[in-house]
């Protein structure tokens, strides 16, 4: 009997730290930065010829809210992030070297997804005996037989990071294929100019 007030009584504790250090959370940070600025996500580019560059974003690593994200839709809706960014920082270069207009002549865009299970502690064991979800996505209460610790359940987190790669090539004048310059970076700054990605 003590023992299981001991247990339950430290399961308590946990908690109440987990919650008490989930409330100081990081202040958002802006989307549309340069990568060195960061260091881990943002736009950047390699000028390739005088009127050609490769243009890349590159998300920060965003956690999920499910362990099979590919089934809820958060994979295509970084992936189509990180291309409107990557063609916002297009549309600046096209601008910014006096080029009314730019076609997009390689467009590569990858999601990487990471899977991470490890333990946690489950302090309303047995009464949990099945799986549930939380904020950060499917878990497992503990059994005896599990090869953690008694009371002791797992839990699977999923991230994704998303980079968009474009060659780009800067035109004098609009052809049909080609994108407007001021137009495309006005629309994507209405669009993305407020964006910002967990702190």
């Known amino acids: 009997m003590r023992k299981s007030i001991r247990t339950l009584a430290t399961g308590l504790a946990f908690l109440a730290l987990f919650m008490a250090g989930g409330c100081a959370t990081a202040p958002p940070r802006p989307a549309m930065v340069p990568f060195a600025e960061t260091g881990s996500y943002g736009f ?6 005088p009127d050609r560059y490769e243009v890349r974003y590159v998300s920060p690593r965003l956690r999920t809210s499910s362990i099979a994200p590919e ?3 958060e994979i295509e809706a970084q992936r189509q992030r990180s291309f409107d960014l990557a063609l916002w920082r297009a549309a600046e270069l096209a601008m910014r070297e006096g080029f009314p207009a730019f076609t997009v002549e390689q467009d590569n865009r990858n999601v ?5 299970t490890e333990p946690m502690v489950s302090p309303f064991w047995p009464y949990h005996p099945f799986y549930g979800y939380d904020r950060f996505g499917r878990y497992y209460p503990g059994f005896p037989y599990y090869p953690y610790p008694y009371s002791t359940g797992y839990r699977s987190r999923a991230s994704v990071q998303a980079t968009a790669v474009l060659k780009v090539q800067m035109l004098e004048e609009q052809t049909g294929d080609s994108y407007d310059a001021a137009a495309t970076a006005a629309r994507l700054r209405e669009a993305y100019g407020d964006a910002t990605y967990p702190g």
Not at 112 to 116: L, N, S, Y
Request: aromatic share 0%; charged share 20%; proline share 0%.
């Open 71 to 73: 089934d809820s839709g």
């Open 112 to 116: 990487a997804v990471t899977v991470r």
């Open 44 to 49: 950047s580019e390699a000028q390739l010829a």
